[in-house]
Nanobody
């Protein structure tokens, strides 16, 4: 059974940084591409960033490009989302996701992902 567990959320002032982690278990981590999504009340879950199985291919939403960095450590079965220059509009529940994928595939929509974490709250105060 595949499990994803996010950590690292919290409250931070605008301009600050947080690093989210996503620990994956139950299957070989390097067989998955990973994505990060976020959701606020009343809105659909939106794409934030994604990374391919080997880490060579990444994708970002325009709203976070240049501020967020997605990475992975296959030896630790963990994906990361480094968030810098945080803004109040980044406030959301952040979800990690995983999908079976080819070596250079990533996904940018929720329907492309098979497995999801429980989410971690990120709050950015102004």
């Amino acid at each position: 059974q595949v499990q994803l567990v996010e950590s690292g959320g919290g409250v931070v002032q605008a301009g600050g940084s947080l690093r989210l982690s996503c620990a994956v278990s139950g299957r070989t981590f390097s067989s998955f591409a990973n994505g990060w999504f976020r959701q606020t009340p009343g809105k659909e879950r939106e794409f934030v960033a994604a990374i391919s199985r080997g880490g060579s291919l990444t994708r970002y939403a325009d709203s976070v490009k240049g501020r967020f960095t997605v990475s992975r450590d296959n030896a630790k079965n963990t994906a990361y989302l480094q968030m810098n220059s945080l803004k109040p509009e980044d406030t959301a529940v952040y979800y990690c996701a995983a999908r079976d994928a080819g070596f250079y595939q990533v996904g940018v929509t929720t329907r492309e992902y098979d497995y999801w974490g429980q989410g971690t709250q990120v709050t950015v105060s102004s």
